[in-house]
């Protein structure tokens, strides 16, 4: 999770040094979350056929070499081909925590882990920007950007071995077969939306953006389709559309797209309003995140004791708070563009955070409460996946747009209008929340 986030703080210098160009900076974030959300749900497949800890050891090891990689990235191609193939390492690893949280915890012990995963997940993507204006900064060794990369080697090889010496085994007692017709689909459809929405104002929307974002919908009804069909044959397909006859499921997962989409084009936009627009270095642009990390962090901690005694309201109450948040910082850029500080923007940014953290872990919890144990596997991938796409599709929307219209419109109400409409967004996600199962079950 950390890593979707890590790259964004380092993205002007990595355009300075690469001379990679706006298209490709959005690649260089969503490329990643594409290939994440795009196996994530196989990825979850294999573990419940093979082995969720095998699993798990072999993406870490596989997520440490195409670090590596990316560290190593001669040029912009490069970058974004290993950015890939760590989001498909990534998509290895994370349906394995959930799924094996699922399979060997039990009532409180599982209510707790989720907590836990959910706060982790959660601060993670907060405090990667600030991690990476930190390392950034340092330029240890005089790596420059190359280190927020590099750094995830030695993690990846310390969480392997934590892996082989602490982690039980565990497997489906009755596991599929891998549907090859859905995942290609799947990751057809979501390539034709994403790419042309990220590619498509750079080159000057071609011809081909069209006619790739006019496939879309056909991708995707024949995905439906052929999960439909082969469910009705007896068979399990890589998202049994079965498990969305769930209200809780079902819900959670619609609402997780407006939050998760808002919260992917928030970070990326900050990130470049921030070094771009104002000039204000790695660092003061990571401290920016500070305080909203530090309210997630306090709210996650409070959200499981929160949601045992008060239900899906915590989370209607944390989205009404994260919207008092966007609306401070929106006034806050209108007003005074040219003051603007980590100092001016923390009032804001403590809340929004504050909201965030009654609503991220909370929705997951709640989520996968709904799942079957048996299905897992299965479940903890279609939320991630759910959740991995969303994050792609905020920033090639609200990132493409904020691109777009901060040439002619200037940094402050192109950044004005993207927070105006996470702000608006935010409506939607409350009157979601209002429909979510009132317990976790």
């Not at 936009?269 to 070094?275: D, G, I, T």
Request: overall charge positive; hydrophobic content about 55%.
């Amino acid at each position: 999770m950390l890593d979707f986030f890590i790259v964004n703080v380092a993205l002007p210098t990595i355009d300075k040094d690469l001379s990679a160009g706006p298209a490709t900076l959005e690649l260089f974030v969503a490329g990643y979350g594409i290939a994440y959300a795009v196996l994530l749900v196989l990825g979850g497949r294999l573990g419940d056929l093979y082995g969720r800890k095998k699993l798990f050891v072999a993406g870490a090891l596989l997520f440490g070499l195409t670090s590596l990689a990316c560290g190593f990235a001669p040029t912009a191609l490069a970058l974004v081909v290993a950015r890939v193939a760590q989001g498909a390492s990534a998509a290895l690893m994370l349906p394995q925590a959930l799924a094996t949280i699922q399979a060997a915890t039990e009532g409180e012990r599982r209510a707790k882990a989720m907590g836990i995963y959910g706060a982790v997940g959660g601060i993670s993507v907060v405090i990667g920007q600030v991690l990476g204006g930190v390392l950034l900064s340092a330029n240890l060794f005089g790596t420059g950007w190359r280190f927020i990369f590099l750094v995830n080697v030695p993690v990846a090889l310390v969480a392997v071995v934590l892996a082989l010496r602490t982690v039980p085994e565990t497997r489906s007692a009755n596991p599929a077969r891998v549907d090859i017709p859905g995942t290609v689909l799947l990751a057809a459809s979501l390539l034709a939306l994403l790419v042309p929405l990220m590619e498509g104002r750079s080159l000057g929307w071609p011809v081909w953006t069209w006619v790739v974002l006019a496939l879309f919908p056909f991708l995707l009804t024949a995905f439906v389709l052929v999960e439909r069909r082969g469910e009705r044959a007896g068979q399990v397909p890589l998202i049994p559309l079965s498990l969305l006859k769930l209200r809780g499921l079902r819900v959670g997962l619609t609402m997780a797209v407006p939050f998760f989409a808002g919260f992917g084009g928030f970070m990326m936009v900050m990130a470049v309003a921030l070094q771009v627009g104002l000039r204000e270095g790695p660092i003061a642009s990571g401290l920016a995140m500070v305080p909203m990390a530090t309210g997630f962090f306090a709210a996650s901690l409070a959200g499981p004791r929160l949601l045992s005694r008060f239900g899906s309201r915590v989370i209607v109450t944390g989205a009404v708070i994260q919207a008092i948040g966007l609306g401070t910082l929106a006034l806050t850029v209108a007003n005074d563009w040219s003051g603007i500080s980590p100092w001016v923007l923390l009032p804001g940014m403590a809340i929004a955070g504050t909201g965030q953290g009654l609503v991220m872990p909370p929705l997951i919890r709640l989520v996968l409460s709904q799942i079957p144990v048996e299905r897992a596997g299965v479940g903890g991938g279609i939320l991630a996946t759910t959740q991995q796409s969303s994050l792609a599709l905020g920033v090639a929307t609200l990132g493409t747009l904020f691109l777009s219209l901060a040439p002619s419109m200037g940094m402050k109400d192109a950044l004005t209008l993207v927070l105006v409409l996470q702000f608006a967004a935010t409506f939607l996600v409350i009157a979601l929340a209002t429909r979510l199962p009132r317990s976790v079950g």
